[in-house]
């Protein structure tokens, strides 16, 4: 089973809002992504968890707050957003690419169907 | 710096007909993988095809096939026998052994016509 589920599908909210973004997976996998993807671009990396520890931020503004309660299940939650924050949140898992040297077909990234956010 | 290049912003291809997607990469990581992925307007990333820099075979799954030189960093992605479905964005990416985060290409929209 290589499924990433992803709710809510479609969020539209206020830059007061507070609304969360959920992924969980279960494939076994110890590595977590969350993505922003706009239009016609390819996805930016934003965070990495890496056996529910942070491993990876890529700069993002503290207005995104990731967490992973526990191996399967990885949220980001969303307070004061900008419009410009405005994309498709993309959620992927994979096999942890640090457990050894060298790459194989396990370090594939399976993601879910996304969330699509508007921000007004 | 490592990078990867899709040339192809857009193609028009006949249903039927083969497609071929092209991507090429910059590393000197003797170590890497290289996966391509399809995403429909819907926004679904969905995995393909993956290569390993030490695959002796070109990696193929059902239709699609990779046409990977090694010496000439390229890895373009072959789609035999085009469908409707086919339609969608393609993001060729790359990850190297020293650096656990995918580098994607540009993207490139593939239309096929019936």
């Known amino acids: 089973d290589t499924e990433v589920t992803q709710t809510p599908k479609h969020l539209v909210m206020g830059m007061t809002n507070k609304k969360s973004l959920k992924c969980e997976q279960h494939m076994g996998h110890r590595a977590m992504y969350w993505y922003k993807q706009k239009a016609k671009k390819p996805p930016e990396l934003m965070f990495v968890y890496s056996y529910e520890k942070l491993s990876i931020n890529e700069s993002v503004p503290s207005r995104f707050s990731p967490e992973c309660p526990n191996s399967s299940l990885l949220n980001l939650h969303l307070h004061a957003l900008q419009p410009e924050d405005s994309a498709l949140y993309l959620c992927a898992s994979s096999q942890d690419p640090r457990r050894t040297s060298g790459r194989t077909s396990t370090d594939t990234q399976y993601f879910g169907p996304g969330t699509r956010l508007t921000v007004l | 710096a490592q990078k990867i290049t899709q040339t192809q912003p857009g193609m028009f291809v006949q249903e039927k007909e083969a497609v071929t997607l092209d991507c090429t990469y910059d590393?000197?990581?003797?170590?890497?993988?290289l996966f391509w992925y399809k995403q429909p307007s819907s926004g679904e990333m969905i995995f393909l095809i993956y290569q390993g820099s030490y695959d002796q075979q070109n990696a193929t799954e059902g239709r699609y096939s990779l046409n990977f030189q090694k010496a000439r960093k390229s890895a373009n992605l072959v789609i035999s026998a085009s469908q409707l479905g086919d339609s969608a964005m393609y993001f060729c990416a790359f990850l190297m052994d020293s650096n656990y985060q995918l580098i994607w290409g540009a993207g490139t929209k593939l239309i096929i016509k019936p």
């Open positions: 590393t000197s990581d003797p170590s890497y993988g």
